[in-house]
């Protein structure tokens, strides 16, 4: 009996060890691409979360990006008004593949009435939305499969 407990115990251990780095703060989600890379997507689920988005953010590490989770499969374009940095905008439908991309997407520094707004010619119920040029180096492409 006495050396089941110090085995359990290097059990426990191992299993605390082997998660962490795993989980992430609340309001965050893992995001797979294709090649196995791992995004920290922060949720918006919100309808104020996501009109907010990445407004006035300075930079996103290529780690990192923005989940939106819509409640209805939809045409919905997406616009950079008060964006600070450029982005790629990835839309996927009910199944997580891609249907649209806007690569390399221009922050707006205008006043909303003359910020252009991007995508929204697919159906979509999932938008990501990542560093600019993560798409490219990341291969991404119509018909690939995100997993989170």
């Given at each position: 009996m006495r050396n089941i407990v110090p085995a359990i115990g290097a059990l426990m251990i191992a299993f605390?060890?082997?998660?962490?780095?795993?989980?992430?703060?609340p309001g965050?989600?893992?995001?797979?691409l294709p090649d196995?890379?791992?995004?920290?997507a922060e949720t918006k689920l919100t309808p104020?979360?996501?009109?907010q988005g990445m407004m006035?953010?300075?930079?996103l590490p290529e780690d990192q990006g923005m989940l939106f989770?819509?409640?209805t499969v939809e045409k919905r374009g997406y616009w950079m008004f008060q964006c600070e940095i450029p982005l790629d905008i990835i839309w996927m439908d009910r199944d997580r593949r891609i249907v649209e991309i806007s690569a390399d997407t221009p922050p707006c520094r205008e006043t909303a009435d003359k910020c252009p707004s991007y995508g929204?010619?697919?159906p979509s119920?999932?938008?990501l939305e990542l560093a600019a040029g993560m798409a490219k180096k990341h291969n991404l492409k119509l018909g690939d499969t995100l997993r989170f």
């Open positions: 605390l060890l082997g998660s962490c780095g795993s989980s992430l703060p965050h989600q893992w995001v797979e196995g890379v791992r995004i920290d104020e979360g996501q009109a006035f953010r300075t930079s989770i819509h409640g929204g010619s697919v119920l999932y938008v």
